[in-house]
């Protein structure tokens, strides 16, 4: 019996998530009345409950653990609190950009609860602050506050974190990505990621203010500074997001197109010449490009990756059929494998549609903001986001070098999922606060 409902399981996952991303680009059409997109959130929301309560009878099944079905209680609790809140404190925001968070977070929330009932509590735990954040920081962005006025206090906080890093950082995987408070381990360069957006957006605006050359090139130095202590952190693929979100939002502020240019050169560059100088850069480009041949050594993690996706086929092991476990940190950086290996690959392809279309959603927002800083900031967290996921998955894929990087709200970890909780509240926030603006 278990083996028919895991077989059957990995058909009916799969249509419900295409189920919900086909109503995801669906919605974006413009036209649609405000009943009939209601009812396609509604649809969501419905499906996002129908995939949790099939996976985690699959779970049950095959384990016979209750806890499985107290996890989905407890979800199921979780998201219906979440949702009646939404709709009562932010009726102007986008429900539907918060419709993905929420199913993101049920993929995250499924998988690792199959790799561990304890990632599971403690991502719930980080989650429940998470949705408090979320509403906190939601309101104070749509309230108008001028925090565009701390451009610097923005920058000097994100620097400190990143100090603090170089001191007191703990060296994981060849650099110094993490800070431990008593019990408590997180990645500051989540947190900074944010911090540098709102700084670079509310000083470009500054600058246009105080037409003031000497204002702009502190600026650019004081961006600079981010990119290179994360360098001498040995941190490259935050280095490489923090370079990406200044491109982007230097293009988005000049409008000249030569900045995306010399930006891509000189990230190319960057990165030939950084790795004569860092072995474990040098160590990762070559275990990407024969991962075989050093298979006992540097490229079994990305052998061991390969392996599962290819032993996922289209349509998946099944949940708990398939062996995630031998791929190194598969909770965090190599989780679209586990899911890519049970969930199948066709489940894996729609799952990245479903990340597009919240990074489209995000830069559409950018666009009916109701200011420069909020144009700049929202297109900063946008390309951060999406760059993100492009260096995750591409990781995972051997489209590029293993960086490193989490995929949001499916990667286990406070730091990741606090820091994404963040930004798409911030979204929301600026989204609702010009509400007669808004398109979806």
């Known amino acids: 019996m278990p083996r028919i409902v895991t077989d059957a399981s990995r058909y009916v996952l799969l249509i419900i998530m295409a189920l919900y991303t086909f109503d995801a680009y669906l919605s974006i059409r413009s036209g649609s009345s405000r009943r009939s997109r209601s009812l396609l959130y509604m649809r969501q929301n419905i499906l996002m409950f129908f995939f949790i309560a099939v996976g985690y009878t699959v779970l049950f099944a095959n384990s016979r653990s209750f806890f499985y079905l107290l996890e989905a209680l407890i979800l199921f609790l979780y998201f219906a609190v979440f949702i009646i809140l939404f709709v009562k404190i932010l009726p102007d925001s986008s429900r539907l950009l918060f419709n993905h968070m929420l199913m993101l977070m049920s993929i995250g929330f499924l998988i690792q609860s199959r790799l561990s009932s304890g990632y599971f509590i403690k991502q719930l735990i980080m989650a429940s602050f998470g949705m408090a954040l979320f509403f906190i920081i939601a309101f104070l962005f749509k309230s108008g506050e001028r925090i565009d006025r701390f451009a610097f206090l923005f920058a000097i906080t994100g620097l400190m974190m990143l100090l603090l890093v170089a001191v007191l950082g703990r060296i994981e995987y060849g650099a110094k990505l993490s800070l431990r408070i008593g019990p408590i381990s997180f990645q500051p360069i989540e947190f900074v990621k944010i911090l540098f957006s709102l700084f670079l957006a509310a000083g470009l605006c500054q600058a246009?203010?105080?037409k003031s050359k000497m204002f702009s090139f502190a600026i650019f130095m004081i961006s600079l500074l981010h990119i290179l202590i994360l360098m001498a952190n040995r941190d490259l693929g935050g280095a490489g997001i923090i370079f990406v979100i200044m491109a982007g939002i230097y293009y988005v502020w000049s409008g000249n197109i030569l900045i995306i240019i010399g930006s891509g050169a000189a990230l190319a560059s960057s990165l030939i010449l950084l790795s004569t100088v860092f072995s474990h850069i040098s160590t990762r480009i070559t275990a990407w490009i024969d991962p075989l041949s050093h298979f006992e050594t540097s490229g079994y993690q990305m052998c061991q990756s390969l392996f599962a996706i290819s032993?996922?086929?289209?349509?998946?092991?099944?949940?708990l059929k398939g062996v995630p476990e031998r791929i190194p940190v598969v909770s965090k950086d190599f989780v679209f494998s586990a899911i890519s290996e049970e969930m199948g690959g066709l489940f894996a392809i729609i799952l990245i549609f479903l990340c597009v279309s919240c990074f489209?959603?995000?830069?559409?927002?950018?666009?009916?903001?109701?200011?420069?800083?909020?144009?700049?900031?929202?297109?900063?967290?946008?390309?951060?986001?999406?760059?993100?996921?492009?260096?995750?998955?591409?990781?995972?894929?051997?489209?590029?070098?293993?960086?490193g990087v989490t995929l949001p709200f499916i990667s286990y970890g406070g730091s990741s999922l606090m820091a994404s909780f963040i930004t798409f509240s911030i979204i929301q926030g600026m989204y609702s606060a010009r509400p007669e603006r808004r398109k979806k």
């Open 360 to 403: 489209i959603l995000i830069m559409n927002i950018s666009v009916v903001t109701r200011s420069g800083f909020d144009r700049l900031l929202a297109s900063g967290l946008g390309i951060s986001y999406g760059f993100q996921l492009f260096l995750s998955i591409g990781g995972v894929i051997k489209f590029i070098p293993s960086t």
């Open 208 to 210: 246009d203010k105080n």
């Open 311 to 319: 032993s996922g086929s289209w349509f998946g092991t099944g949940l």
